[in-house]
């Protein structure tokens, strides 16, 4: 049966492998950009199918008019894939707190947002899937991405308790904890804080320049999530994460 799947951040990377598989296999996908040239690229993938939308996800009210047009004119929303968001690498000290401050504003706050806007349809229709794109690093504390980490911790923890409290609801709810794919995540979705305190070369130094050439050179692949694809697929045991190894 064709669902109708809303995820955010679709112009590259995961969100638009998400996406293309969806739509390859006959669903309706109403995605996000943040760019207007790129709704054409994205609905050309499937006319009539793939509707693009225009949204930054820190814009609470935003969120909610998006999920509103999408339920209007498209349908109720089966599946939320939160998906966009970016990572901050730099060691603590030589971060700034707007850094921090930006990194949970898109990755923590707009992951919130969306699930909010779409939980009143999906608690009144008792069904639903809430997918969020969480981070190994949301699992696990590694130098250099305490920002992003601390952010991804936020999302798991999120994600656990409204497993909790949405399943009996019939929703289920999954978070994503990626390890490394072929991706523009260390590429153009970083922000890499300038260096500044020489104390922090022996540990960081290593890191950032290890980084640095894993920027994509293909289309990312999807993750194979194992089966059952909902982790909550059984409502007396709602685990909310599965932890993913990389695609070969």
């Keep these: ?39 054409a690229d994205f609905e050309a993938l499937a006319p009539g199918r793939a509707t693009g939308l225009l949204l930054e996800v820190t814009d609470d009210a935003a969120v909610s ?3 509103e047009y999408v339920e209007e004119s498209i349908g109720p929303v089966d599946v939320l894939i939160s998906n966009a968001g970016y990572g901050v690498e730099g060691t603590v000290e030589e971060s700034s707190m ?25 608690r009144r229709r008792r069904t639903g899937h809430i997918v969020t794109v969480s981070s190994m690093a949301g699992l696990t504390a590694l130098p250099g991405v305490a920002f992003y980490g601390a952010s991804k911790f936020a999302v798991e923890g999120i994600t656990a308790s409204l497993a909790q409290e949405v399943a009996h609801l019939g929703i289920h709810v999954t978070a ?15 922000t890499r804080v300038p260096r500044t305190i020489p104390d922090h070369d022996t540990v960081f130094d290593p890191i950032r320049a290890a ?3 894993r920027t994509a ?24 994460t ?3 190894e990389p695609t070969p």
């Design 211 to 213: 980084r640095r050439p």
């Design 176 to 190: 994503l904890a990626l390890g490394a794919f072929r991706t523009d995540w260390a590429g153009r979705s970083m």
């Design 98 to 122: 707007d850094d921090l401050r930006h990194q949970f504003d898109v990755n923590v706050y707009g992951t919130v947002a969306a699930i909010k806007a779409v939980l009143p349809s999906m």
């Design 65 to 67: 008019r998006a999920v």
């Design 217 to 240: 050179t293909r289309r990312a692949s999807p993750p194979a999530p194992p089966r059952p694809c909902s982790p909550c697929s059984t409502r007396t045991s709602p685990r909310s």
């Design 1 to 39: 049966m064709s669902k109708t799947i809303l995820i955010t951040g679709v112009s590259s990377g995961l969100g638009r492998a998400f996406a293309e598989e969806a739509l390859a296999v006959g669903h309706r996908v109403a995605g996000t950009v943040r760019d207007q040239d790129r709704i």
């Design 242 to 244: 599965w932890s993913l």
